[in-house]
């Protein structure tokens, strides 16, 4: 496979020389990458790093998958113009459970050593806080882009946000980590890995980040944004959401996702390949045939599926964002949004309340956006 394969869409591989120097040790390195459990699905753009342990597991090498439930407390604050809410420990261990489960999608599951970080964080005391907290200092803390915009905007920097890089950090010490991989706002928490290895007396690792992926509406793709496609979403979706991008983005998505730089001429015809490849790689081929001709009845023929799911609801009063959010996935804010937007309909009629009352709408077909479906069953 070889060094390229290894680097294929990296944006930096640093330091110079140092993957080389890695992989002439002869022996299988441990490579990391770790995800905060802040969402239930791991997207599209997760697996591109993702992408990268398995090019690193097919040469051989360990899989080190870094499940971020203790520093899924704090929340990165990478990008970030304010602190992160804290979030639920029981939303924390829900999300934590499907996360192996969804990068199995693309990683070798037998090549992969899964740890969760509250197994080394979670049993430092204080003592062994402050020696990690010197292995930086505030000033360098400040070099980070999103913490200099903040501090010269006088907005508030909670010590816990400060903390983060390092926990991150200590996570590479706590698996002696050979390569650790990201996107390229990880940049600077990968490169306090190698300065807090290097104070705990081990040999840094290599810095592997790899390009964002762009969604359909300009920005990348996010779990807090709403705007992706989940790894192990319903392949319904995974096909309608494929579909959905603009020209203009199929020659990064072939890139990244596809690894490919053949895009075929015709964008439509290109869509259809992307689409079936993503549902192929989390399904298999059965799954794709269903999902190609739901989109094509659902989304071009504008037709309700023939197995519209029934949902009994015995209350009077129907609140739509939470029964949606319920049935589909997603948060009741994205789905009030829809609602607000003119995205949800009952026989083709637009609801524009966030409560209705159950007995008109019963029977009905509700469709909420383009590709969601359900019939409501007056108990």
Request: no cysteine; proline share 5%; hydrophobic share 40%.
């Amino acid at each position: 496979m070889g060094l390229s394969e290894l680097t294929r869409n990296a944006v930096h591989v640093l330091p110079e020389g140092g993957l080389e120097r890695k992989l002439a040790l002869g022996r299988p390195l441990r490579v990391k990458m770790g995800i905060d459990v802040t969402a239930p699905d791991v997207t599209l753009g997760n697996g591109i790093p993702l992408q990268r342990m398995r090019a690193f597991q097919d040469e051989g090498h360990t899989g080190v998958l870094i499940v971020g439930d203790y520093t899924t407390r704090i929340g990165d604050p990478s990008g970030r113009k304010t602190e992160r809410p804290m979030i639920e420990p029981e939303v924390i261990d829900a999300n934590a459970k499907r996360y192996f489960e969804h990068a199995s999608t693309i990683i070798d599951p037998e090549r992969t050593e899964v740890r969760f970080n509250s197994e080394w964080l979670g049993k430092l005391d204080f003592a062994e806080i402050l020696r990690l907290t010197r292995t930086t200092t505030v000033a360098r803390m400040l070099e980070r882009d999103d913490f200099a915009k903040r501090f010269a905007a006088s907005e508030p920097i909670s010590v816990s946000e400060l903390l983060y890089p390092l926990m991150q950090a200590y996570d590479s010490v706590a698996v002696e980590a050979d390569v650790e991989l990201g996107g390229t706002d990880q940049l600077y928490n990968l490169l306090m890995g190698r300065d807090v290895m290097e104070a705990y007396g081990l040999e840094p690792q290599v810095a592997l980040t790899v390009e964002y992926l762009d969604s359909w509406d300009g920005t990348g793709m996010s779990a807090s944004r709403g705007n992706y496609i989940g790894l192990k979403e319903a392949p319904e979706e995974q096909f309608g959401k494929a579909m959905r991008i603009p020209d203009s983005l199929l020659s990064q998505w072939y890139r990244l996702i596809m690894e490919r730089d053949d895009v075929p001429d015709d964008p439509f015809q290109a869509k259809l390949e992307l689409a079936r490849f993503i549902v192929r790689r989390a399904w298999g081929e059965e799954a794709v045939a269903g999902a190609e001709e739901h989109f094509t009845r659902v989304v071009r023929e504008g037709q309700a599926p023939d197995d519209v799911p029934e949902i009994e609801h015995a209350e009077p009063v129907v609140h739509l964002p939470a029964l949606l959010a319920e049935t589909f996935g997603q948060s009741t804010s994205h789905w009030r949004r829809v609602i607000d937007q003119g995205g949800v309909r009952a026989d083709g009629r637009v609801l524009d309340s966030y409560d209705v009352d159950t007995a008109s709408i019963a029977g009905e077909v509700i469709q909420a956006g383009k590709r969601q479906f359900l019939r409501i069953r007056a108990a």
